[in-house]
């Protein structure tokens, strides 16, 4: 089945952009996601990217999405001290009926 | 009205209790969703309702009951739980594939 992974941790100074990465393992992934928890909060869907596209920018945020590397990233320009916070990705595939596989979650700290 | 809404906010309940936690939405989302989630973990699925009946039920012990009285409603019934049942509780709904819209959660203290 699917698995999607995540690096644990990103540290960045405040006004430099943030890229937090994710890979997932099934090419059959329809729809990839991007969502945001701050502490003690609910999640927050960000953003999410269809896979017959390779890129999709919301303001602040563009998400790439590379197929052949089945990589997905998520980059945060000129980021803020509200921007902390735990970064979930997930997928889901055409077996998984809309159920989100999630990665382990990025901690995003900013840097004064 | 784009907002998943849940209650209580916090519950602090002992072993013998009953009680329920709820969620209302009124985006007109006919799949709806319970999740647990301890600190720091991405949330694990519960279950899942698709037009107000139970088609996903993933091995989750009978001290938690859910229920779905109409399309814009979930409710999570608890009883007997056990101290390693305390975590947030997320509801969500969904419909297609544009994502799942997440309550802010009920944190529950079995103590």
């Known amino acids: 089945g699917e698995d999607v992974e995540q690096s644990l941790f990103l540290s960045v100074r405040e006004g430099d952009s943030s890229v937090i990465n994710c890979t997932y393992t099934d090419s059959s992934s329809t729809y990839l996601y991007w969502y945001k928890q701050e502490p003690g909060a609910g999640l927050q869907l960000l953003t999410y990217i269809f896979s017959n596209m390779d890129m999709k920018q919301d303001q602040r945020l563009t998400v790439l999405l590379n197929k052949k590397d089945k990589h997905l990233s998520l980059r945060i320009a000129d980021t803020q001290t509200g921007d902390s916070a735990i970064y979930f990705c997930?997928?889901?595939?055409?077996?998984?009926?809309?159920?989100?596989?999630w990665g382990a979650g990025t901690k995003l700290i900013i840097k004064p | 009205d784009t907002e998943v809404t849940q209650t209580p906010k916090h519950l602090v309940m002992g072993m013998t209790n009953k009680k329920s936690l709820k969620c209302e939405q009124h985006?007109?989302?006919?799949?709806m969703y319970w999740y647990k989630q301890k600190a720091k973990k991405p949330p694990e699925l519960m279950f899942v309702?698709?037009?107000?009946?139970?088609?996903i039920n993933e091995s989750v012990p009978s001290r938690f009951s859910p229920e779905c009285p109409n399309s814009s409603l979930l409710n999570l019934h608890l009883h007997a739980l056990q101290p390693e049942d305390s975590a947030l509780y997320l509801c969500?709904?969904?419909?297609?594939?544009?994502?799942?819209?997440f309550g802010p959660g009920t944190r529950l203290t079995v103590l």
């Open positions: 997930a997928a889901v595939t055409k077996d998984s009926n809309y159920q989100l596989i």
């Open positions: 985006m007109g989302h006919r799949a």
């Open positions: 309702y698709s037009y107000e009946k139970l088609s």
């Open positions: 969500a709904s969904s419909q297609g594939g544009a994502g799942q819209f």
